[in-house]
Nanobody, 121 residues
Framework: QVHLVESGGGLVQPGGSLTLSCAAS????????KGWYRQAPGKERELVAR???????EYADSVKGRFTISRDDDRNTVDLQMNTVKPEDTAAYYC???????????????WGQGTQVTVSS
């Protein structure tokens, strides 16, 4: 059984910073593309950022220049550094892993349980 466990969510003021971390329980996931998605109330889940096994990165336009995704395959983690956060960043954030070459919806993908980020003064 593979587990992805997120941590680091919470309440942050607009303009502040927060770091989310996702730890995977299975080392084979170093061969997986990893990413962060988010879902706000009443909205569909959307991509925030993802990083493939070669280190190639993709960001949503809404977070470019503010968020940074990184992976550490020795520690089997993927982090999301969130800077200059905005109220519209408020959402549940989910860690995701999928084999290289596959996308969301593939039968062997994995999701974390989610961590809430609330941006409010």
């Amino acid at each position: 059984q593979v587990h992805l466990v997120e941590s680091g969510g919470g309440l942050v003021q607009p303009g502040g910073s927060l770091t989310l971390s996702c730890a995977a329980s299975l080392r084979i996931l170093k061969l997986y593309n990893k990413g962060w998605y988010r879902q706000a109330p009443g909205k569909e889940r959307e991509l925030v950022a993802r990083i493939d096994v070669t280190g190639r990165i993709e960001y949503a336009d809404s977070v470019k220049g503010r968020f940074t995704i990184s992976r550490d395959d020795d520690r089997n983690t993927v982090d999301l550094q969130m800077n200059t956060v905005k109220p519209e960043d408020t959402a549940a954030y989910y860690c995701h892993a999928v084999p290289e070459g596959r996308t969301v919806g593939y039968k062997y993908e994995y999701w974390g349980q989610g961590t809430q980020v609330t941006v409010s003064s």
